[in-house]
């Protein structure tokens, strides 16, 4: 009564209505400004590219509910991502704004650049935990493909069998099986996260800055080598000698003919003036000169993963929203209530049916999801993230996954529940 009574007397003076009006404001304005500080610039000029496209890249002006209904999201979400202070998953955001513009227009590109360059952030950030093994990384682009085991399997030419084997870490694939494995995948070849998967496969860790200026430069080679995913007999063909000699430089202090110099900084696609390039040179001259400081700052520009890179990569950025709704995830005691909570948030409030239909999955898989009657399998769930703005990089999703593999791992050794171990196993695919 006595709050009722204040709030009365409150609105009831002018003055004090208008100072309790404007301290509110500021509050507001003080929680957006926060919100903007958690996310990056480049996802800030994500936002502002959007807006871009919806209102001048096409003839007409594209209104923000039809826009923001392409992405599953509300009118209040979409404004809040176009000024800066929220994060929507990337690729969902290109995919839709190049359905409403030219492909080839400016701002579509940069987008499209943009998404890349945070893909590869965020795939990066996950491989780099101590706990991805090489099974658990090739089951992660399996589902980045949205691929069961018997498809991807396929796609790469190997058995269903194998590709078990890889996924349990019951051995790892060899060389030509790898990069088959990331030839199917989203992942480029030629980029710091397939580095970074190559070495995980021989169990190793990237080099270091120390570590460059103190090897030798057969250590050297075997690393870029190793980072660009070739053989030494493939390396033997490009520096016109054969493989074993290409192991003996590697293992000891041979060093390749002067004029093989020239080869290999052409094979690694550097130009003689950059930094990796002159650090090869020097080491090419067993000079006893220690290599600049300089030189090194001009290494972590390349395309060469090196440990410093990951040292500056950062964990996901989540917005308050995305940080209250891993709490309360957290707080539910199964899956099918996370899904279930999940998509009676207000930004958004899909019924089963469309969202069911936006990701072509039958409504009675997501109804058994939902309900419990089924551990749902992990492309399911990847799909359902997906359905609901999550990539399979954002913490949410992957709080799914690893959700979804306790539940099954416990099906696994309680007779009766759900699954037999049989069944949970052929669910995972």
């Known amino acids: 009564g006595r709050h009722l009574e204040s709030q009365t007397q409150l609105h009831s003076r002018p003055r004090e209505r208008e100072v309790f009006a404007a301290g509110r404001m500021i509050a507001v304005r003080e929680r957006q400004m926060n919100r903007a500080k958690l996310i ?6 994500a936002g502002r590219l959007v807006r871009k496209v919806r209102t001048t890249a096409t003839k007409d002006e594209i209104p923000s509910q039809e826009f923001g209904e392409s992405m599953n999201v509300n009118t209040d979400t979409l404004q ?3 000024r800066g202070r929220r994060t929507l998953d990337l690729h969902m955001v290109y995919l839709v704004a190049k359905d409403y513009s030219d492909p080839d227009a400016v701002e579509i590109r940069e987008l499209r650049e943009l998404r890349n360059h945070v893909e590869e952030e965020q795939i990066m950030s996950i491989l780099n935990n101590s ?20 498809e991807f399997a396929k796609k790469t030419g190997i058995s269903t069998a194998r590709q078990m084997d890889y996924e349990f870490d019951r051995k790892p694939p060899i060389h030509t099986i790898l990069e088959k494995i990331i030839d199917t995948s989203k992942i480029d070849p030629e980029t710091m996260p397939a580095q970074l998967i190559r070495l995980k496969r021989t169990s190793d860790e990237p080099m270091t800055l120390t570590e460059l200026q103190e ?9 870029l080598r190793v980072l660009k995913g070739t053989t030494r007999q493939e390396l033997g063909k490009k520096l016109y000698c054969s493989g074993k000699t290409i192991e003996s430089m590697e293992n000891t202090q041979l060093s390749p003919p002067a004029g093989r110099i020239d080869n290999l900084i052409s094979w690694l696609q550097l130009t003689p003036e950059s930094a990796l390039a002159k650090v090869i040179s020097l080491k090419a001259q067993k ?3 220690p290599i600049p400081e300089e030189m090194f700052e001009g290494v972590l520009t390349q395309q060469y993963l090196f440990k410093e890179h990951l040292q500056h990569l950062g964990d996901y950025p989540l917005t308050i929203e995305d940080t209250e709704l891993m709490e309360k995830l957290q707080n539910e005691a199964s899956l099918g209530k996370m899904v279930k909570y ?5 930004e958004h409030g899909i019924l089963q049916g469309t969202l069911a239909r936006k990701i ?18 992990d492309t399911t769930i990847v799909r359902i993230a997906m359905g609901l703005g999550y990539s399979i990089t ?3 999703t992957q709080f799914l996954l690893r959700r979804a593999e306790q539940d099954r791992a416990y099906a696994t050794y309680t007779p009766n529940l759900l699954f037999s171990a049989d069944e949970a196993i052929e669910e995972v695919m």
């Open 215 to 223: 090897c030798t430069l057969g250590q050297l080679v075997k690393y």
């Open 360 to 377: 072509k999955m039958p409504k009675v898989v997501l109804w058994d999801t939902i309900t419990e009657k089924s551990i749902p399998k």
């Open 287 to 289: 000079s006893e000169d």
């Open 131 to 150: 706990e991805m093994t090489i099974g658990k990384t090739i089951k992660l682009l399996r589902l980045s493909e949205l691929a069961s085991i018997t």
């Open 342 to 346: 999940m998509m009676t948030q207000k």
């Open 394 to 396: 954002h913490p949410v």
């Open 40 to 45: 990056p610039e480049m996802r800030r000029n």
């Open 80 to 82: 809040a991502f176009e």
